[in-house]
């Protein structure tokens, strides 16, 4: 139960307070709309659909402040850092802030959905009743604000029937056109988002995704028509709706029904927003500044397979195991930042970033660096390079623990270079006070030959612990998924040579899966009474099976063997 608690309690704690929050708001608002005689004659005029407009407001600002927060990622990386302000629990649930952002833009969306439709039958009969006959309290109350010394209920003034008049209030009100733009730049950002169009077409997303510009300015304003309307304090003292109401046809008439006064709702969206947005503009400007500072690539590496190593050295850059940058190359785009895991050390005097060519913006800057030339390129002719970062991310917990799994897939191994580096290199120098005795690294990868880097990174670990009569210190197994036994048989014949034949590694490739369940139960056995880190970078649906691994392979007993897993996210 413990483990369960450290590996998904906490976070569906967030996500229950989360959810609560949202109805608690939802109800609270709902009632505040639904009950009050300030908005009697407004529920007389609009019905249920005042409140079911109203509460889902009160839940998108609420939402609408959480949205931006997630994604201030020098602010994330301030607090990861920190460990006085932030434990390991809390640093873990940082580590899921985009995870929490879609859950916050999906409830965004929810909420849209439901103050829309909500808002069109406002519309609807807001516009009927002004243009009905003087012979119900709608049309009564309608008709307020014709007339000198009154003020209406009905924010629309125009005796203009159906469906033009609700087309009318859509794209010459305030309220209508900036929802209308806000609905439509919501459903643009939420659309690109997906999946598909995230690898596929990277560009529609990221200018896409910037329209969350336009969609805040829109959500700021979109109150400032106040056309919710209630009636107010001094009127309610002379005048009770729930006694007038009976007789609407003689206000103003007798002394105890005088003529009801109104006033608009005050705008509210930009005190839920207003903090969120100056710390997302502090963030703008941060990156803003990092990107200006000078970049220099010291060595470009052309490695198979249309993988490129760019080495870079900026002044100030420090950086931790595992960590990732953003960058920009002004000569492929102007605008377009792409994420990248650093794979150098924090100890080399350089930082480095392994890009695999796989689209037109990775395409563009591979062509940049004149890796599509045969001759050699003078440093002066590499392009101008802008860097953001570096960035948190969970493998800066590695050393946290005695004993670790890394598990990566297929380009997710990078973040695992930086760590494998970083633990030689304080290997080296001082073993006696490295508190991480053990490391099972796993590589999964349809070919290794697209990853020969890495492999020969795994070749130098293992021939530098063979010298130091250590080669226990770490386990690894490789495995090409994209093969069988059958379809290795080829490879049978060299099985009893000193190395294997695809990697150049002592330790022999294998094919397909690993089977899980028995890799957690023997290294549980191994490491009894230890916090066993689980570190994965990858798809998922494998983060699924590592996690529920996690859970199920650990003990009850606080004593026994714990596996606590993290999922990188960037």
Known sequence: MGNWVENEGLSIFVVLVWLGLNVFLFWWYYLAYDIPPKFFYTRVLLGRALALARAPAACLNFNCMLILLPVCRNLLSFLRGSSACCSTRVRRQLDR?????????????????????????????????????????????SRLGDNPNESYINFFRKKIGNPVGGLYVAFTYLAGLTGVIITLALILIITSSTKTIRRSYFEVFWYTHHLFVIFFIGLVIHGAGRIVRGQTAESLAEHDPQICCKNFTHWGKEGSCPIPQF????????????????????????????????????????????????????????????????????????????????????????????????????????????????????????????????????????????????????????????????????????????????????????????FEWFADLLQSLEAQMQERNNAEFLSYNIYLTGWDESQATHFVMHHEEEKDVITGLKQKTLYGRPNWENEFKTIAGQHPGSRIGVFLCGPEALADTLNKQSISNSEADPRGVHFIFNKENF
């Open 97 to 141: 802030n985009l995870t929490f952002h879609k859950m916050v833009a999906w409830m965004i969306a929810l909420h849209t959905a439901i103050h829309t439709i909500a808002h069109l039958f406002n519309v609807e009969w807001s516009v009927q009743a002004r243009v009905e006959e003087d012979r119900t309290l709608a049309a009564v109350l």
């Open 263 to 450: 006033s608009g709702n005050p705008p509210m969206t930009w005190k839920w927003v207003v903090g969120p947005m100056f710390l997302y503009l502090c963030e703008r400007l941060v990156r803003f500044w990092r990107s200006q500072q000078k970049v220099v690539i010291t060595k470009v590496v052309i490695h198979p397979f249309k993988t490129i190593e760019l080495q870079m050295m900026k002044k100030g850059f420090k950086m931790e195991v595992g960590q990732y940058i953003f960058v920009k190359c002004p000569a492929v785009s102007k605008l377009e930042w792409h994420p990248f895991t650093l794979t150098s050390a924090p100890e080399e005097d350089y930082f480095s970033i392994h890009v695999r060519i796989v689209g037109d913006w990775t395409e563009g800057l591979f062509n940049a660096c004149g890796c599509d030339k045969q001759e050699f390129q003078e440093a002066w002719k590499l392009p101008k390079i802008a860097v953001d970062g570096p960035f948190g991310t969970a493998s800066e917990d590695v050393f946290s623990y005695e004993t670790v799994m890394l598990v990566g897939a297929g380009i997710g191994v990078t973040p695992f270079a930086s760590v494998l580096k970083s633990v030689w290199y304080k290997y080296c120098h001082d073993a006696t006070n490295l508190k991480l005795k053990k490391i099972y690294f796993y590589w999964l990868c349809r070919d290794t030959h697209a």
